[in-house]
Structure formats: structure tokens, C-alpha cells
């Protein structure tokens, strides 16, 4: 990451603390990956999207998704993009409404293992252990841990950072698999990437949120709904860093499909307390 970008980055951090109105918002990003890769491919779509919708969004993530989650359970971010379970939970406190999403079609879980692990289906795990970015993650987490117990395969899980922690940790033998999705895993650096191998995809659901907190005005989630579809469409460049192929506007009743599994609050525990730092490490 260049020093410029990081400068970038910080600046958009810390002046976003203070949001005296709905044109300066802070903008959390879930932490799949670390703070620095992150700012290092959002900082330049925010800018884009943030020129075109009229408002400065100042990028801001936490250091692990539980720490992210106790963050939109108090509303620090005024917008927020959110895993399909977060947006569900977070949609009924404090009251996150989505306005859209990634183009293209469903979110899928992955359990990857190492490019010459002699693993070749979900049975031969059983026993090992299984790298996961957080108990909550949707499709990274919930879904995989779901089919291994529906198919009776006991597994040993360990609870990671992000999900670049989990294909580290694979990769590094640490694990015989892990949990990911496809986003993440096609936009991981190239030379882990080719490390690994996917052993197994879960259903498909829809994918992540864009969700403004209920203070930020309709107007304004309208106006970031047209400037994310027109920024995907004229920067191109941006998006496979993102793992995308663009974006749309979404509606809220588009996460039935999430409310209908009727997940457990015990099965995918959500951090609602704490007071972790909401901007990044």
C-alpha cells in the first residue's frame, strides 16, 4: 500500500469523527480482511461514490467482526456495509435500513483447505479443525458449521480475525480447512489464493448490505444508492479489487431469504456490547 493511499486513509478515518450532518458520514466496513487492505481498495471507491451522492464518506472499520458488531449495535456508523445475518439483526436495533447490494447472484459459503490437502469432500474433516473469521460470520461461519453438523461431521473450530486470517492459517497448516467466501477468496492476494484450493460451496443467499443507520434521511440513502450503481459502472477499474461486478439498489424485504432460516441467536452469537474502537487498528 502506498504512503499517500495510507495518508489518505487515515485523513478520510479522522475526519469523518465528528458528523455535524448528513454530508459527512462515517462509512464501516465488516473486517474480512485488515484494516490496511481494506482502506487500500474502499478509500477510492468512497471517494468516487462520495463525489457523485454530494456527501464526504469517511471510511472506518474495527479490529475483528465482533468488535464491528458491537459497533452497529450502537450506531457508530452512520452507513455501514454488513454481512446478510448482521443486516437482519442490526435492522431491528438500532434500525439499519439496506439501500443496496453487489450486483450479481447469490452469496455463497466456502471451506477451503491447502492445494495439496488429501481432503476431497466435507467427511474426510472429520476431526480436524476449522479455521472461521467469527462465530456470526454469515457465509463464512454459520452456513459451513451448519452442513457439517446436519451431515454429522465433527469438527475442532477456531475462531480467527478475518477471513485473510483464515486462508493464512490454512495455508500456514495451522488448520486442515477454513471457512470463506467467494468474494474474499477472489480478491485475496494472488499468491495465497493459488495455495489454496475450494473443497466445498454451501446454498446460495443474498449477499451483504449497504444499510444506513435510521438517522441518515431517505433522501440521502437514495442518493448513495444512485452513486454506488454509477460508480461501479464508470470505475470498472475499482471493482475486482472488491471482489464485484457492480451494484444496485436493494430493498429490505431482498434478506427474507436470511429471515426465513431463522437463525439462533445461540447457533451465531452477535457481540451487542462493548466499547470497541469503531474506526480501525
Known sequence: M???????????????????????????????????????????????????????????????????????ARGAYDVAYMNPYHYVVFAKSPGYAAFARQEGGAMRGLVVVALESPARSLADLAGGRLALPSPAAFAASVLPRAELRAAGIPVETLYVRSHESVYRAVVAGQVEAGGG????????????????????ATEGYTPHAFA??????????????????????????????????????????????????????????????????????
Open 2 to 72: 502506498r504512503p499517500i493511499r495510507v495518508l489518505a486513509a487515515i485523513w478520510m478515518i479522522f475526519a469523518a469523527r465528528d458528523v455535524a450532518s448528513s454530508e459527512r458520514l462515517v462509512f464501516g466496513v465488516v473486517p474480512q480482511q485488515t484494516p490496511a487492505r481494506l482502506a487500500e481498495t474502499w478509500v477510492p471507491l468512497l471517494e468516487e461514490v462520495g463525489r457523485r451522492a454530494g456527501v464526504e464518506l469517511g471510511f472506518a472499520t474495527a479490529k475483528d467482526i465482533p468488535s464491528f458488531e458491537s459497533c452497529l
Open 212 to 281: 444506513a443507520h435510521p438517522k441518515i434521511t431517505a433522501a440521502t440513502r437514495v442518493r448513495l444508492a444512485a452513486a454506488l450503481a454509477e460508480a461501479g459502472a464508470a470505475r470498472p477499474d475499482l471493482l475486482p479489487a472488491l471482489g464485484v461486478a457492480g451494484f444496485r439498489p436493494a430493498v429490505d424485504a431482498e434478506w427474507n431469504d436470511i429471515r426465513k432460516l431463522d437463525i439462533r441467536s445461540e447457533d451465531a452469537p452477535v457481540r451487542t456490547e462493548g466499547s470497541a474502537p469503531c474506526r480501525s487498528d
Open 181 to 200: 467466501i467467494d468474494r474474499t477468496f477472489e480478491s485475496a492476494e494472488p499468491e495465497l489464493r493459488a495455495a489454496l484450493r475450494v473443497l466445498h
